[in-house]
């Protein structure tokens, strides 16, 4: 019986889909990361009349009678909406108001992206991001630093004792994308660029369409807890609705077997 297969498809779609939603909830508190949401679509169709076939000798059939086989998942797509500012007091703490990542060298050498802005000072004074991988341009700040300051359009300032000024150590860039949503999420905070996202645009923050950067802040997560509630509410229900489908169909065939 179809039925049964097609309720199946959307059984294994709302699992997926209440993994997308669990998952944003349990990132609820990551810095800078994103929402992701469940895209569908339909399955193929089995044509069994064709629209506008022959009738008659003179006219067509207006409507046609196509039977689906379903749905699928067909992509997670992250949303890349501003996040709350969480305001920290940190001055390595960074935030990206706007469009734009950080650039991140990886330990192989590639390059990743990140909205993550909880750097941190390694051993040599190198700036880094939590997990130790360097910040790119690279920025090294003076072990004897009394304070750090970054402007809205990246120049990283540090004082040092004996110098009446602030002596410029520093510039961080931001890199955006053509389509964001492209990326590819690696874990860890950070992103990969793909061929769907498009090559990496470098700029100054603040400049060209790219976000400004907030020193002593932090971009929190995009999920809001209470749309993702609702939205692992109608998980449920629609999952409830297609077992239903499937015990419907069952009974069907049951009523078959006994009846013959």
Do not use: C
């Amino acid at each position: 019986m179809d039925s049964l297969w097609v309720a199946k498809t959307g059984l294994e779609a709302q699992q997926t889909r209440m993994t997308v939603v669990s998952n944003n909830l349990a990132n609820v508190n990551t810095t800078g990361f994103k929402r992701g949401r469940a895209v569908f679509e339909d399955l193929m169709y089995q044509n069994v009349r064709q629209v506008g076939g022959s009738t008659s000798e003179d006219t067509q059939a207006p409507t046609g009678l196509l039977l689906g086989t379903g749905v699928r998942v067909v992509a997670t797509e992250k949303m890349f909406t501003q996040g709350n500012h969480v305001e920290t007091g940190n001055p390595l703490d960074l935030l990206v108001d706007g469009r734009g990542f950080f650039q991140v060298l990886q330990p192989d050498g590639s390059m990743a992206y990140t909205r993550d802005g909880s750097l941190k000072m390694d051993a040599e004074g190198r700036v880094v991001t939590s997990s130790g991988y360097e910040i790119q341009p690279s920025i090294n700040l003076p072990a004897d630093a009394l304070g750090i300051s970054v402007s809205q359009d990246g120049i990283v300032q540090a004082k040092v004792p004996g110098q009446a000024d602030l002596v410029t150590v520093g510039s961080l860039q931001l890199v955006d994308f053509a389509n964001p949503a492209g990326l590819e999420a690696m874990g860890q905070n950070l992103f990969a660029e793909t061929v769907a996202s498009g090559a990496p645009q470098i700029g100054t923050p603040g400049l060209e369409g790219l976000g400004r950067v907030v020193q002593g802040a932090l971009e929190g997560s995009n999920v809001n807890v209470v749309e993702e509630l609702v939205n692992m509410i109608e998980t449920q229900r629609a999952y409830e609705m297609n077992s239903k489908a499937i015990a419907a169909s069952d009974q069907m065939l049951e009523y078959l077997n006994t009846s013959l």
